[in-house]
């Protein structure tokens, strides 16, 4: 099962379980939709992932951990604040129910992670369809390695970033790549999805690699170039 609850504006939940086990739940926004849908449904939780500390990432956590106080809450060191159960940046992370491997992921935050496990990333405000996220803290260079990790990841390995920036991305993409005919491909895709109010994402490194150059960006000077000319598009 692979779920993604619209929040707020933007935002999605990612809601993540094998057949017949608990669920994990990726970032939480806030919590309406998800207590609605787990009560409808009669889901239970194996643990709640953050990714980074970013109030749009992190409002309902409150909310959360007073209704279901005996799930186990995971998040960087930069999310403390929110009661962690266990401060988590990288390696191995097992669960009652996963193994799923944490890797650093800053740039957008400093101490911001990303989670892949059987064969899912849910990368927060680190990577987007056809973008990366704003690097908020100057660190470019941390950011291109976090970018440089993700391609390395295989191919049908399915993305699911926290926020629904295609189209947006997608327009910079156009405007700055040569060879459009992938991009415009997707964007006529993603632009019916969005008519139909459904979510752009997951998408796939395999497509991104043919859609995002900040992932593909060969050296630090090009992905530098290209963040700070999307910081003003």
């Known amino acids: 099962m692979l779920i993604p609850i619209p929040a707020l504006n933007d935002n999605y939940i990612w809601l993540y379980a094998r057949e017949n086990l608990p669920l994990l739940i990726v970032d939480l926004p806030e919590t309406d939709k998800l207590f609605h849908l787990l009560e409808e449904q009669h889901l239970s939780v194996d ?42 940046n990288e390696g191995d992370l ?17 101490q911001h992670v990303s989670y892949w496990v059987d064969g899912h990333l849910f990368c927060g405000d680190a990577l987007f369809s056809a973008g990366c996220g704003r690097v908020f803290t100057g660190d470019y260079a941390q950011m291109f390695a976090t ?13 699911c970033p926290g926020h629904e920036y295609t189209l947006s991305n997608l327009a910079f993409v156009q405007n700055i790549w040569a060879n459009k005919s992938a991009v415009e491909n997707h964007r006529v895709l993603v632009a019916q999805l969005r008519a139909e109010n459904k979510p ?15 992932l593909t960006a ?14 003003t598009f």
């Open 147 to 159: 970018m440089q990790r993700f391609a390395a990841l295989p191919d049908d390995t399915i993305v």
């Open 218 to 231: 060969t050296n630090l000077a090009q992905f530098t170039q290209l963040r700070q000319a999307k910081d």
């Open 94 to 110: 097992i669960t009652e129910h996963y193994r799923i491997q944490v890797l650093p992921s800053g740039g957008h935050t400093a």
């Open 47 to 88: 643990a709640l992932l953050l990714t980074h500390n970013h109030a749009d990432h992190t409002n309902g956590v409150a909310a959360f951990k007073q209704r279901f106080p005996q799930v186990p809450i995971y998040g960087p060191a930069e999310c403390a604040a929110c009661g962690l159960t266990q401060v988590i």
């Open 200 to 214: 752009s994402l997951p998408t796939t490194i395999g497509l991104e690699k043919h859609i995002n150059p900040f």
